[in-house]
C-alpha cells in the first residue's frame, strides 16, 4: 500500500500533461463546435521543433530552467504558428458548411500533419534530450518526489493561471465566453468572430505546445504518431469534464491520468487505452454532457 | 421474378467479364480489381450510414475485423467442411461473419447512436481501437499474430481460382448493391433519409429516429462483415492491426469521395482508391520517399473544401449519365 502515494503523483503529473493539451480541445470546441482532431498533431510538432532547437542550441549540455524557457518558447511558437494557419486554410473556408464536412477535413488535416512529419522527421523515434535535471527533492521511504514532476506541476500550474486570467480578465477572454454562448449574437453585438477564434486557436495550440515539451522530459521519445493516443485520450478527458467547459476539461484530465496510473498499477497494462475508452462510452451513455457539462435542448 | 432480372443479368454479364479479365490481365492487376469489389462492399454499406442516415461513424474497420476473425476462425475449426461443401462452405461461413458483425453493429449502436455527429464519430472510433486491444489480447485467435493461411477460394474444375474468387466476390458485392439500392428506394428506407434530413421533423412524424438508426447500423454492419470475411480468405492473412483507424478513414474516404448517398459514387471511389496508391508507386522511385500518404490526405482536405458533396454528390451514376445527355441534347 506504501506505493498509493507514489502512484498518486505519477498520475497527477500525468494527469496535468493530459489537462493542458484536453483545454485546447475544449477551448476550440466552446467557440468552433469541432473536434479538432489536428490538435494532437499540432502538439507532435511542438514536440518535434523543441527536440531539434535543442540539438541546434546543443541545450543538453546545460540542462536547467533557460533551456527548459527555450524549448518551451519554441516549441509553443511553432504550435501557434501552426494552429493559426491550418485554421486559416482549412477550417475558415468551411466555416458555414456542414459539420460532417468540417470534421473530416480535420481528420484530413491531422493525416497530413502525420504523414508529412514522417516523410520529413523519419519515422524512427528520436530521443528528447534531458533540459532538467531529474533528481530526487524529498525521499522518504514511502514517496520520490522528483525534480521533473515538480517541473510539470509549476509549469502547467503557471499555464492554468495565464489561461485563467486571459480567459476571465481580459477583453478576450469575455469575446470567447460571449462566442461560445452565441456566434451570432456575438457577431451582433460587434464581436470580430475571426479574430477571436485566430487567438483561441494561438492560445489553445500554445498550451498544446506546453504540453508536448512536458511529455517530452517526462517519456523521453518521440515519433510522428506520438500524438494520436495522447490526443484521444485528452479529448475523452475533456468530454469527461464536459466538452467546453475549461475547468471540466481540467478536473477530466486529472481524473484520466489518476485512473490510468493506478489501473497500470494494479490491474494490467495492457487495459491501459480500452480503459480511455471504455470510460468515455460509461460517461456517454450516463452523462453525456460530462461531469460538468450543461444539458442542452434542442429546439425547433 | 422480375425484380431478379436486372440482377440475374448484371450477375452472368459480370461472370463474363470475369472470363475475359482472367486472359487479357495479370494477377497483380486481378487481385487489384477483387480488392476494388471487396472495398466497393464496404464503402457502400458505410454510405448507408454516413450518407444516407447522416451518422458519421468512424470504426467501420471493427465490424470488418469482426466478419473477417469469425470466417477466417470457422475456416480453421472446420477445414474439412470447406472441402466438402465447396463456394457453399464459403458463403456460409461469410453469412455467419455478417450475422456476428451484424450483432456487434447492434450492441455498438444501440447506447451510441443517442449520440450525435462528433460524439458518434468518436464511440464508433473507441469501438474499433477497443476492439483492436480486445484482439490483441486473446490467444486462441492468435493475439498479434493474427490469423494467418486462411484457406483462399478453391478451383472447381476447370475453372482456376481467380475466376471463382471473381464469381463469389461480385455475387455478394451485387448482392450489396442490389438490396442496398432497393432499401434505400422503399419506404423502410425513406425513413433513413429523413432522419439524415431532419431529425426533430422525423421525431415529430412519429417515427422512433434510433430505431432507425440502429436499423441502418446493423445493416452496414452486416455488409462490412461479409467484406472483411471476403478480405480474410483473398489477402489470407489477418492481424488486428490491419483493421485499425486507417482502415476506417480510407473506407470513410471512399465515401466522402463518392459522394454520400451515392452508392455507384462509392464503388467509383473504392476503385479510384485502390489504384491511386499503385500509380503513385512509380512517384516514389522520382522522389526517393513514399509521397502516397501525405497527397491522399492532402487531397482529403481539397476535396471537403472544394468539391463537399463529392464526385458525384447526391446523384448516381445513371442520373449523372442522364444529366449529361441532356445538356448535351
Known sequence: MQDVLQHLINGLSLGSIYALIALGYTMVYGVLQLINFAHADIYMMGAFSSFYLSRWLNLEAHPGMGSLVLALVASMATCAVLGVTIERLAYRPLRNAPKLNILI????????????????FGADPKVFPTL???????????????????TVFVVTLLALGVLHYLVYHTRFGKSMRAISHSLTTA??????????????????????GVGSVLVGLKYPKIDPLMGIMIGLKAFIAAVLGGIGNMTGAVIGALLMGLSEEFVVAYLSSTLRDALAFGL???????KPSGLLGQNSIEKV | MRAFKIPLLTFIALLLLGVVLQFSVNAYIQILILQILMFGIASMSLNLVNGFTGQFSLGHAGFMAVGAYTSAYLSQVFPGFLEHTHLLGFFLFSLAAGCMAAV???????????????????????????????????????????ISGIVPYPELGFLDRFWVSFAYVSFWFLICFFSLWRITRGRFGRQFLSVREDEVAALSLGLSTTKIKVRSFVIAAFFAGISGSIYAHLISIITPTIFGFMMSVNIVVMVVLGGMGSFTGSIVAAAFMTIMPELLRSLQSVTGVDLRMVIFSLSLILIMIFRPTGLFGELEFSDVIKKWKRKNA
Do not use: H
Open chain 1, 187 to 208: 457577431n451582433l453585438l460587434g464581436i470580430n468572430s475571426n479574430k477571436v477564434i485566430v487567438i483561441t486557436f494561438i492560445v489553445g495550440s500554445a498550451l498544446a
Open chain 2, 104 to 146: 456487434f453493429g447492434y450492441l455498438v449502436g444501440l447506447p451510441s447512436l443517442r449520440l450525435k455527429g462528433d460524439y458518434l464519430a468518436i464511440v464508433t472510433l473507441g469501438f474499433g481501437e477497443i476492439l483492436r486491444v480486445i484482439l490483441l489480447n486473446i490467444e486462441p485467435l492468435g493475439a498479434a499474430r493474427g
Open chain 1, 132 to 150: 532538467i535535471n531529474d533528481v530526487a527533492l524529498i525521499e522518504t521511504p514511502f514517496v520520490i518526489l522528483k525534480s521533473l514532476d515538480v
Open chain 1, 280 to 286: 468515455l462510452i460509461g460517461i456517454l451513455i450516463w
Open chain 1, 105 to 120: 477535413t480535420a481528420i484530413g488535416v491531422s493525416l497530413f500533419l502525420e504523414f508529412t512529419a514522417q516523410v520529413v
